[in-house]
């Protein structure tokens, strides 16, 4: 199975539901979580059926803060089999099992806080939970943290804090950081001035 996540900054862009599609379809991309969608309501069915999916679980922002939108494409999942483990405002866990081989782990699609106040009682409560589960599991998503300096170009100056925050949960749980493909930076804000 092929799963990918996307920062979208905002579910009401034009063309994202077709260029959603055509992504996928070149991809192969049977589950897709689009994150940071800026919405309380759900997209209308026939937007997100339109790009290829047939199964949509949806996590309102609060105001205009996160949200996710998990889809599936249930009927290309010959051998796999999606169930929805853990639903949370920043976090969904899904547990998938490839029923041919055996093989059962969890994807944890994530959109961590920007907001420095919550960020800490977010790690808390994602550390509790993984460290409960039985089986392997892979994050993805946008953690809303770097690990360095070269992750990061302009803005506020760097906290060492910041780093250590990521760096020590990676190392508590195990985890392997994949190396990224393409732009080395996926977003900038359009900000003009010094």
Known sequence: ?????????????????????????????????????????????TLWKSAGFDKMIYCPAKGLSGGMCILWKSFQ????TIAIHHIDDRFVSIHYTNTNTGFVFYIIFVYAPPNYREKSEFWNKIQNFIQ???????????????????????????????????????????LTDL???????????????P
């Open 132 to 174: 409960a589960l039985n089986l392997p599991y892979i994050i993805i998503g946008d953690l809303n943290e770097i690990q360095c300096a070269e992750e990061k170009q302009g803005g506020a100056e760097n906290n060492q804090t910041r780093f250590r925050r990521l760096l020590d949960f990676k190392e508590n749980n195990e």
């Open 77 to 80: 999942l010959t051998f796999e």
């Open 1 to 45: 199975m092929i799963f990918s996540s996307w920062n979208i900054r905002g579910i009401g862009k034009p063309n994202l539901w077709s260029d959603l599609g055509v992504i996928c379809k070149i991809e192969n991309i049977q589950l897709m979580a689009i994150i940071e969608t800026k919405s309380e309501i759900p997209p209308i069915d």
């Open 179 to 193: 190396q990224t493909m393409g732009n080395e930076f996926t977003w900038r804000k359009k900000k003009t001035g």
